[in-house]
């Protein structure tokens, strides 16, 4: 089992700034890709940004150039930084974590946060 641990969330202006961490801790295996996926009200859940072990990055087109996804892998904790952020990115935010090349894949997901961008 994995926990996800979720930070960094709440209410900020527009063209403001927020900076999310997820920490994973349980079972982690090291090969794993951690990313943080968004739901706005009516709307499906869709990817923000997803990084693998590697370091390989992946973002959806409209926070390309806005968002950084980073990982820290001594820490197993996975961090968004949000800048330029518009009322559009108000959403539930959360963190995901999957192994890698495992012949049975795990996926978790964190407990989601709370992100509002409002005047």
């Known amino acids: 089992q994995v926990q996800l641990v979720e930070s960094g969330g709440g209410l900020v202006q527009p063209g403001g700034s927020l900076r999310l961490s997820c920490a994973a801790s349980?079972?982690?295996?090291?090969?794993?890709?951690m990313g943080w996926y968004r739901q706005a009200p009516g709307k499906e859940r869709e990817l923000v940004a997803r990084?693998?072990?590697?370091?390989?990055?992946n973002y959806a087109g409209n926070v390309k150039g806005r968002f950084t996804i980073s990982r820290d892998n001594a820490k197993n904790t996975v961090y968004l930084q949000m800048n330029s952020l518009e009322p559009e990115d108000t959403a539930v935010y959360y963190c995901?974590?999957?192994?890698?090349?495992?012949?049975?894949?795990?996926?978790?997901w964190g407990q989601g946060m709370q992100v509002t961008v409002s005047s």
């Open positions: 995901n974590y999957v192994t890698e090349g495992r012949s049975i894949a795990r996926g978790y």
């Open positions: 349980g079972s982690i295996f090291s090969i794993n890709t």
């Open positions: 990084i693998t072990s590697g370091g390989t990055t």
